[in-house]
């Protein structure tokens, strides 16, 4: 099984998603895809005049933007990738966490910090999952969850690829891929040649106190580690190029 996380970048190119729809479509054997919303969130909200607020690289999530995000993961961002992939004859279904009660979720609670309506995943199901690919059905996975009492929370893309990753790990071998516009983490973001091909714990620690890893790459490691701690036996983050090529560079991370 592939757990595969596409991030805001690919999304908001026009271009590079229909690259990466595909490279996705041709990957064979059971595989689902995660996706967060780009920047449709952000520039909608202040079309309609509603504050966005971000902390810590974090959106703070009130009732207004939460039903924005709602909108924008759930539907236009999430029918778009649907409609992409049916195009290239892959059997996907667009699901938020809600849907099957597969990933169940917390609100967040931070000690200084009032997120919003924001969640923290506490359980995802990874036998539903299982269920959908068994029928032929590639699951589609927008960055919305919910706690179980009708309450909807936007939830970090990252966080959402891990946990599914690490349920699925429990039942079947899974490797989770994080893709996004460049080939890995990078040394230097200019230099394309520049890519970190192996991070361990060790080496991870090095690179957030040279300022290299930082900002959103800070979940998306911290989730890998964590994904490989709990039985994921692959974790990479590349470029969309490393979909059909592995021998393509990419950054592998080992514990």
Not at 88 to 105: E, F, I, Q, S, Y
Not at 129 to 154: D, Y
Not at 179 to 188: I, R, S, T
């Amino acid at each position: 099984m592939k757990v595969i996380k596409i991030g805001g970048n690919v999304i908001d190119n026009p271009q590079a998603l229909d690259e990466f729809i595909d490279s996705f479509s041709k990957i064979e054997g059971p595989k689902v895809l995660v996706h967060g919303g780009g920047k449709v969130a952000s520039k909608l909200a202040t079309d309609m005049g509603i504050e966005v607020k971000m902390v810590e690289g974090r959106r703070i999530t009130d009732d207004a933007m939460l039903d924005v995000v709602t909108m924008v993961y759930a539907g236009l961002v999430n029918k778009k990738v649907v409609a992409k992939l049916q195009a290239k004859g892959v059997n996907a279904l667009g699901l938020t966490g809600a849907d099957a009660n597969v990933l169940l979720a917390d609100k967040r609670n931070h000690p200084t910090i009032d997120f919003g309506n924001v969640g923290d995943v506490k359980q995802a199901n990874g036998d539903t999952i299982l269920k959908f690919s068994e029928m032929g059905i590639v699951p589609v996975f927008s960055a919305i969850t919910h706690n179980g009492n009708g309450q909807l929370l936007n939830t970090n893309a990252d966080t959402i690829a891990s946990e599914v990753a690490k349920a699925l790990a429990k039942l079947t071998e899974t490797e989770l891929i994080y893709v996004f516009e460049l080939p890995g983490v990078m040394l230097d973001i200019k230099n394309m040649d520049s890519v970190v091909e192996n991070i361990n714990v060790d080496k991870y620690a090095q690179l957030k106190l040279d300022g290299i890893v930082a900002d959103g790459m800070i979940p998306k490691l911290d989730n890998s580690f964590e994904a490989l701690k709990k039985g994921v036996s692959v974790v990479r983050i590349a470029s969309t190029y490393y979909i059909n090529n592995e021998n393509t560079k990419h950054t592998s991370l080992v514990l």
